[in-house]
């Protein structure tokens, strides 16, 4: 059993669109994250919600809204994708914050 | 803010070679410590952690000691294989609220045979 999976894994899109991620994770943990992997590898962590509340929101373009219908779910929806959002973006989940968190296996964005 | 410098790669070792990834770390607060692996075309996955002063965390052959007095976590690997090439990432999270796991750069590990 995957225990944070996202979904699509590889995404292939047009400058312009909207594109979706999700994200679920069947640990019963109570904080979930985006991070952001660039093309040199580093990661950057985008966003943290806690019991569907918004808790991080670091410094990200407005294009890009989280959004968590319950605990176990945190998507990603980018507006007017840029060629810029290439990358790899990660989900991941915590009990608490600061905690050990785990990862999903990352969605492949490609904006062409 | 708290940060993590990770020694820049990429490592190149031949199989059964000795491997330290250099890790060390600026934190206000009590940060647990951890490193995750990335394997080519994975995710990442959780190799070791240690949360606090001391700990030694240990995970198929890899170790790393928590030493607050020298701030570092390096990771060390007595006979590296071909199968532990990947990127290792050094992290802390400062155990506050409103945070989350702080990333070094990545080090990236080449094993030949």
């Known amino acids: 059993d995957t225990a944070v999976s996202q979904t699509p894994k590889y995404l292939v899109t047009q400058m312009g669109n909207d594109k979706s991620i999700k994200c679920e994770q069947n640990?019963?943990?109570?904080?979930m994250y985006w991070y952001k992997q660039d093309s040199k590898k580093f990661l950057k962590i985008m966003f943290s919600?806690?019991?569907?509340?918004?808790?991080i929101n670091e410094t990200v373009p407005n294009r890009f809204s989280p959004k968590s219908p319950d605990k176990a779910h945190l998507n990603l929806h980018i507006n007017s994708l840029e060629l810029g959002d290439s990358a790899v973006y990660f989900c991941?989940?915590?009990?608490?914050?600061?905690?050990?968190?785990?990862f999903g296996e990352g969605s492949w964005l490609t904006v062409v | 803010g708290d940060s993590v410098t990770q020694m820049e790669g990429p490592v190149t070792l031949s199989e059964e070679a000795f491997l330290t990834i250099n890790c060390t770390y600026t934190?206000?607060?009590?940060?647990?410590l951890f490193w995750y692996v990335q394997y080519p075309g994975e995710g990442l996955q959780l190799l070791l952690k240690?949360?606090?002063?001391?700990d030694k965390g240990c995970n198929k052959g890899f170790e790393a000691t928590f030493r607050k007095e020298t701030t570092s976590f390096h990771l060390e690997k007595g006979s590296v294989q071909v199968s532990d090439s990947a990127v290792y990432f050094c992290?802390?999270?400062?155990?506050?609220?409103?945070?989350?796991?702080?990333f070094g750069k990545g080090t990236t590990l080449s094993v030949s045979s």
């Open positions: 919600y806690n019991n569907k509340e918004l808790i």
């Open positions: 640990l019963g943990h109570d904080t």
């Open positions: 991941a989940s915590s009990q608490e914050t600061g905690i050990t968190i785990y």
């Open positions: 992290a802390l999270t400062p155990n506050q609220a409103g945070t989350a796991l702080i």
């Open positions: 240690a949360t606090k002063a001391d």
């Open positions: 934190a206000t607060g009590y940060p647990s």
